[in-house]
């Protein structure tokens, strides 16, 4: 019984117990807004407010509303020049280009194979990397041909947030966190120890447990704290290596490395 509690605690030191990160504080500013969706490279901010998409670019303020398709679930601002916005609701995306004019709309439930999707996320080339309620997979969505260019094998837990980049998806289900290349290969899978969101920059991964952020190490498999105040983090963001949280009030902004 000695043995098997020792494994246990070795096994919860090795994937929790690193060293946590002591980010440095540089800024606090005032802000107001429903949620942040995102902060590019050169710190501008996308942000919804009264369900209406709003970016501020050399004292230009662009913004994007539909009400015809209900409130906004999501906007994913990885790519600039293609801003993707979901409504789960009329589930449906609208590309936008970078100052916010409609480029094309998305309706997964008029396309010739109904698509009910949860998740969106932004992919390379003409792709949306999705996720399918009904078939409980992870799908590259190819939105000039509607058709999908990979799957995912079906998971047996609910996804609650999807990550992505160029070239690799991360779907955090309840059960678990996974990674998986353009062909919809799985490159790996880890055991989801109550994270409720993630965040992607660069390749590296954040996520959230109750009120703590952790970065996953994924060369050596470990999560590590990230020590910041405490704060209601109603949002939380990194880009190159800054990291910003959100209180519903002020905009925290911290040095990384």
């Given amino acids: 019984m000695k043995t098997a509690l020792y494994f246990i605690f070795f096994i919860s030191l090795s994937i929790f117990g690193?060293?946590?990160?002591?980010?440095?504080f540089i800024s606090k500013i005032p802000f107001e807004a429903d949620a942040v969706t995102g902060i590019d490279n050169f710190g501008l901010i996308y942000y919804i407010k009264n369900n209406t998409l709003y970016k501020t670019e050399d004292s230009k303020n662009y913004?994007?509303?539909n009400v015809q398709l209900g409130r906004i679930t999501t906007a994913n601002s990885f790519n600039p020049l293609k801003v993707t916005v979901f409504y789960a609701d009329f589930n449906s995306v609208i590309l936008l280009d970078n100052r916010f004019t409609e480029i094309l709309k998305v309706d997964f439930s008029s396309i010739e194979y109904y698509k009910n999707v949860s998740l969106t996320s932004t992919a390379n080339d003409n792709a949306l990397w999705i996720y399918n309620q009904d078939l409980q997979q992870l799908e590259l969505f190819d939105y000039k041909t509607n058709r999908s260019k990979a799957t995912t094998l079906p998971l047996q837990s609910k996804a609650l947030d999807l990550e992505s980049n160029?070239?690799?998806?991360?779907l955090l289900t309840e059960k678990f966190l996974s990674k998986y290349n353009?062909?919809?290969?799985?490159?790996?899978?880890?055991k989801n120890d109550?994270?409720?969101s993630i965040v992607e920059s660069n390749e590296k991964i954040y996520l959230i447990k109750e009120k703590s952020i952790y970065f996953y190490n994924e060369t050596e498999d470990y999560f590590q704290l990230i020590k910041t105040p405490e704060l209601l983090t109603k949002q939380?963001?990194?880009t190159n290596e800054t990291l910003y949280i959100y209180d519903s009030k002020n905009l925290h902004k911290f040095q990384l490395n």
């Fill in 18 to 24: 690193q060293e946590p990160i002591e980010p440095t």
């Fill in 166 to 170: 160029y070239n690799y998806a991360w």
């Fill in 236 to 238: 939380f963001l990194v």
């Fill in 63 to 65: 913004s994007y509303s």
């Fill in 194 to 196: 109550g994270f409720t």
């Fill in 182 to 190: 353009y062909f919809g290969s799985l490159i790996y899978k880890v």
